[in-house]
């Protein structure tokens, strides 16, 4: 039996606000040949995310196991930005050894959508899955499990990737977000993680 994580929020936690201001200025810089070449060979191609453009640093290496992962081309240039905004949204756990196995960025255009899904991956099932808004709107609706949340930029939110997830962009701005999921590696691993690893 492959189960969650049972720290993983149920619904939607908000972890409070970060400083994007640096970061969110040079995601807004990014020409469109960077985003579309990037999404081009990212490796989070599902049905559900067809009308997401992704923008990926780092990405688990099989989507059974969370614990090996790898980074991408773009993840030096950016890692500077990216670690403080990371560890201001990862501080309210206050694990004492984390790990970041998914960072990236996600962008869905005005009237976009993304699909009803579930990670469903056995490697999305342990680490929290953490959202930062960069640019958004009060018309873009995240919902969880038929429940609508409105994010506001700069405010670091863990959702319940477990639950059935969706985004509709009412808005006329692209939606941005950082995306990335928070591990404790000190927390005892579970009992399945060897079989779906095989």
């Known amino acids: 039996m492959i189960y969650a994580n049972p720290r993983k929020t149920k619904t939607a936690r908000r972890l409070g606000v970060v400083d994007i201001v640096t970061l969110r200025e040079a995601v807004l810089a990014l020409p469109e040949e960077v985003w579309q070449s990037e999404n081009s060979v990212k490796p989070n191609r599902f049905d559900a995310l067809d009308q997401a ?9 099989s989507f059974n196991d969370w614990r090996v992962s ?7 240039e950016w890692r500077g930005l990216l670690e403080p905004v990371l560890n201001q949204a990862v501080a309210p756990y206050n694990y004492a050894r984390g790990a970041f196995p998914r960072i990236m960025l996600a962008r869905l255009a005005p009237g976009g959508v993304i699909h009803p899904h579930r990670d469903a991956n056995p490697a999305a099932k342990w680490p929290h899955k953490i959202h930062v808004p960069l640019q958004t709107s009060q018309e ?23 639950g059935v997830h969706s985004v509709v962009n009412a808005g006329s701005t692209d939606r941005i977000h950082l995306i990335f999921e928070y591990y404790d590696l000190d927390q005892a691993e579970p009992e399945w993680i060897g079989a779906a690893s095989a």
């Open 140 to 162: 873009t609706i995240f919902y969880v499990d038929c429940v609508g949340y409105s994010f506001p930029e700069g405010e670091a939110v863990e959702v319940n990737n477990m």
């Open 53 to 61: 453009t992704h923008i990926v640093f780092r990405f688990v290496t």
């Open 70 to 76: 790898a980074d991408h081309r773009l993840w030096p």
